[in-house]
């Protein structure tokens, strides 16, 4: 009996490898509502040019070369000099690739879960803090024997924990105002910057949800990491366009850095792969509605997604690729890591279009 049940254990672990991993790591990343018109064509100049929502207008135009096709370059270097160089961008309307909610609610949760468990489950239709019955891809990676205990994620939304169900899942979720780790001297200094600092949107600022990720993958080194930002989307609720810049400048920063350290550290210097994309989109500039999203919101299921590391082509800025689906990532993260993602809801295909293999 105790060796048949060694078989039908060993078949069942069997059963979740579908491939030779093209990855031995992840690193994902989330934007919060951060439009594909900015990633692909820099500083929206009808959106600049509007009082209401823009102040020191002269200094954001030259500091981003508002009016060259450079200005996306100027607005997100990282992901222009080094993804697309190396790597993949996917969501350029204009050239023919498309990536959208396959949800029908394009706001925060919704597109959380969607993007996480491949499941654009209609009836995930709020914002509220309820824990996810859905098994997200962090979850079931996190019971596997070799991510066990090597899954974190840290947002600065509070909402996260009840989106990834921390207490079922098992995932190291910090979010919100949630204290550190308390591992090294460095989390602890984090801590109390935390508690001090001021909260202009209202939660932890993104840069230190950022340095306490960074400072985390360092000391515990898991195997995958998920970075969940959110000033780019409340600073466009707030019609604050100079600040909802700055925040995507300075999240393309904190990526560059990210990578940076990656390639310095032997766990993870090509052995790493990193995705990056957002929850949904927003409203256009001409119909006024860049601020919002929602389904009564045109063009705010249109979304994006970045990947660059072992697994991925180096297609650039690809063109003529057709629709894809933000619920797709979470089969491609597990067909990365050469894992079977095999919930009990139903899960959107692996994006084949990125994938070597």
């Known amino acids: 009996m105790k060796k048949m049940l060694c078989l039908v254990l060993a078949a069942a672990i069997a059963q979740l490898a579908v491939a030779q991993a093209l990855t031995e790591n992840i690193v994902l990343v989330t934007l919060d509502g951060l439009r594909w018109q900015e990633v692909f064509k820099g500083v929206d100049t009808a959106i600049l040019n509007e009082p209401r929502y823009t102040r020191g207008k002269k200094g954001l135009a030259e500091m981003f070369d508002a009016e060259s096709p450079a200005s996306r370059q100027k607005l997100m270097p990282f992901l222009w000099s080094v993804v697309a160089k190396d790597g993949v961008l996917l969501g350029n309307r204009a050239l023919g690739s498309k990536v959208n909610n396959a949800n029908p609610h394009w706001f925060s949760y919704p597109g959380y879960n969607e993007l996480l468990t491949g499941f654009p489950d209609p009836a995930v239709n709020s914002n509220d803090k309820r824990y996810n019955k859905h098994v997200t891809v962090l979850e079931a990676l996190n019971q596997h024997p070799a991510f066990a205990g090597r899954v974190a994620a840290f947002a600065t939304w509070d909402v996260f924990p009840y989106i990834i169900n921390a207490p079922r899942s098992g995932v190291l979720v910090n979010a919100g105002m949630d204290s550190f780790p308390a591992l090294t001297p460095t ?171």
């Open 187 to 357: 989390l602890a200094v984090l801590n109390d910057m935390q508690a001090i600092a001021p909260q202009p949107i209202g939660v932890r600022p993104d840069l230190l949800t950022f340095f306490a990720a960074r400072e985390y993958l360092q000391a515990r080194q898991p195997r995958v990491l998920y970075i969940a930002f959110d000033e780019t989307d409340d600073y466009a609720h707030a019609g604050l366009y100079n600040e909802y810049l700055r925040a995507a400048h300075a999240e393309d920063q904190m990526l560059a850095n990210l990578w940076n350290l990656l390639q310095s550290l032997p766990q993870y210097k090509g052995k790493t792969t990193l995705i990056v994309t957002t929850d949904h989109g927003r409203g256009d500039a001409v119909k006024d509605q860049w601020r919002d999203h929602g389904a009564k919101v045109p063009d705010a299921s249109e979304v994006w997604m970045a990947a660059i590391g072992p697994g991925i082509k180096p297609l650039g800025e690809a063109s003529n690729t057709g629709q894809q689906q933000q619920g797709q990532i979470a089969a491609t993260i597990a067909r990365l890591l050469g894992i079977t993602y095999q919930p009990a809801h139903s899960v959107l295909p692996p994006l084949q279009v990125v994938l070597t293999q």
